[in-house]
């Protein structure tokens, strides 16, 4: 039995890495499997809510309920998330967006040339930063992996982007696998939850935002 904690809450997230096109075949990505995003999602809709779930290149089963709507790039996955925003009480960031794109894709197949090749950057839009901004923001919940020094990084990002919550993970712990450590930042402080399947981790996020959302008018 779960309790329904979020029913009759509309929430949209993202998950999965994103991929930047270079040329046709080829793309700056990372190693999200985006696990934890669907195993939220899955949390999501057994406690009631409607589930839009923007996703980038992953290779997991759409969980039961949730409306996903599949997005590559950075800037796809803006577009996806923006349309699906209105009437959306939370918002929850857990893609591993990149932060930078080529700023030209090519065409055709780049050729070896025999010389050093350098690609030019340009940085994507952070989607989560726009939706915080948005007049008639959700409830806005971030994630943040980060290789060394959690608490300082993860929290500088909650207040940096305006947070009411944001969920952090060592890279080491969560990026990839089963299981994952998270601590959990509001302004009440840190509060960490023990280590678990992401499914475990996931409802116990769950029970945390629900109790953080305003009542439903
Ligand atoms: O997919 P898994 O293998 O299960 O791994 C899960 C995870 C480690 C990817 C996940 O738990 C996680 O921590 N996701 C956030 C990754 C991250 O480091 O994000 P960030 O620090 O680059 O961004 C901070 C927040 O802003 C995130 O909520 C992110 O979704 C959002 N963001 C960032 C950049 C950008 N251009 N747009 C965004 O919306």
């Known amino acids: 039995f779960v309790p329904k904690r979020l029913a009759g809450r509309k929430v949209v997230m993202t998950a999965g890495p994103t991929f930047e096109a270079i040329d046709p075949v080829r793309g700056i990505t990372n190693i999200s499997s985006g696990k934890m995003g669907y195993a939220l999602a899955r949390a999501c809709v057994q406690a009631g809510a409607e589930v839009v779930l923007v996703s980038g290149p992953v290779s997991l ?33 857990v893609a591993a967006v990149a932060d930078y794109r080529p700023l030209q894709a090519s065409e055709h197949k780049l050729k070896k040339t025999g010389e050093a090749l350098s690609i030019a950057l340009t940085q994507n839009p952070d989607i989560l930063a726009e939706v915080t901004a948005l007049p008639a923001a959700p409830f806005c919940v971030g994630f943040a992996a980060e290789s060394r020094d959690l608490d300082a990084y993860a929290e500088g990002k909650r207040r940096n982007k305006r947070l009411p919550l944001l969920v952090g993970n060592l890279v080491s712990d969560g990026m990839g696998g089963d299981d994952n450590t998270v601590v959990l930042y509001d302004d009440a402080g840190r509060h960490p939850l023990p280590r678990a399947s992401k499914a475990e981790v996931a409802r116990g996020i769950v029970d945390h935002l629900a109790a953080m959302l305003p009542p439903r008018v």
């Open 61 to 93: 089963p759409v969980p039961l309920g949730v409306e996903c709507v599949p997005a590559a790039s950075a800037l796809d996955m803006r577009a996806a998330v923006l349309r699906a925003l209105p009437d959306a009480d939370v918002f929850i960031g």
